[in-house]
């Protein structure tokens, strides 16, 4: 080994898979939106925003104009929308990298417009309406005034209204039915205000997946794109295969005796003679901390036991009843090895998190290689 060996894996193949699946789901004339924001929750944006443009991918979505920016330098010509708003000063990049925000404060439609009107433009934006979710968007009593004003504002064009469900990920919520029919009656006033949007849209990956009453004219799944499910009730709604492995190889294998403390806080002490293998991964790679002494890694196919507290660049586990394991061995933080896995969802679970949260915490020291 001539380099650190902790590197992500991206299955390119698993890629185009989960796109085709989520794209079955949804009728011939419903568009897609791939989520690519947070560095395409892990899996690398501009590589992921190619494989899913070349897959036929309507546009992407974003959280920050500057992820936008990314992908515009990494080439990428499909419509971006920054899902995420924007601040005063990020209003150049918006036009001049061809982003489309989406805006929820007439403040912002006022900025939008005095620089579409300086500069001879017209700036396509999508309006978020709050249905529920209560975090982005326009509550209901904010709806008539806000585009009201917007008539007098020239340059600008509304050309989708968007919501966002709360738990589309519960099959059994009624919550989900209230939200859309909200969002419903919400799109018929603003259009009965004169606006006639092109895309009115709130599906996630849960409710394109579990609620097709959802999907309208456009949906805009992200976690299902990366073989990941958004609860486990979805996984007989889709067959998807996960894109990432999270591997890297044993640094030093030590011999110790029973009563012998491992890693900080000497909160770990091994109550046999014991192997322990030291893992050149922490949690500044993005294995939890909250693994400390409840996770697992697989070498040789067994699952080891982590040992001690996770450390910033290390991380220890208990090769004991490994067979001839080696120094140099690869080990699977999440993956398969043979017959064996650790799935981002066990991982998540361990840990007391979502798998969302996991993958997105893969930091950008770990390479990423596509296979």
Known sequence: MEKR??????????????????????PPDVKMMARVKANAYGHGDAQCARIFEDAGCDSLGVALPEEGAALRKAGIKLPIVVLGGIFPGQIKDIFELDLTPV?????????LSS?????????????KLDTGMGRLGLLAHQIAPFFNALKDLPGIRVQALIS?????????????KDQLNAFVEIVEEIKELGFDPEFIDMANSAAAMA????????????ISLYGAYPSPALKQKADLKPALQLKTRIL???????????????????????????????????????????????VRGKKCPITGVVTMDMTMCDVTDVPDVTAGDEAVIIGSQ??????VEDVAAQAGTISYEILCN??????????
Do not use: Q, W
């Open 115 to 127: 620089y579409a009107r300086s500069s001879g433009k017209t700036k396509d934006i999508h309006v």
């Open 164 to 176: 966002h469900f709360s738990e589309s990920e519960d099959v059994e919520s009624s919550f989900t």
């Open 338 to 343: 043979g017959p064996a896995s650790i799935t």
């Open 252 to 298: 030093l294998l030590k011999n110790v005796p029973a009563g012998f403390f491992v890693s900080y806080g000497r909160k770990f002490a091994t109550t046999r003679e014991s192997v322990i293998a030291t893992l050149p991964i922490g949690y500044a790679d993005g294995v939890p901390r909250r693994l400390s002494g409840v996770g697992s890694i697989l």
């Open 5 to 26: 060996p902790t590197a992500a894996y991206i299955n390119v193949g698993a890629l185009k898979h989960n796109y085709s699946r989520m794209r079955e789901m949804i």
């Open 362 to 371: 893969i930091s950008g020291r770990v390479p990423r290689i596509y296979v």
């Open 211 to 222: 609620h097709p009453d959802t999907h309208l004219n456009l949906v805009r799944p992200g």
């Open 103 to 111: 805006v929820f404060d007439i403040s912002t439609a006022r900025l």
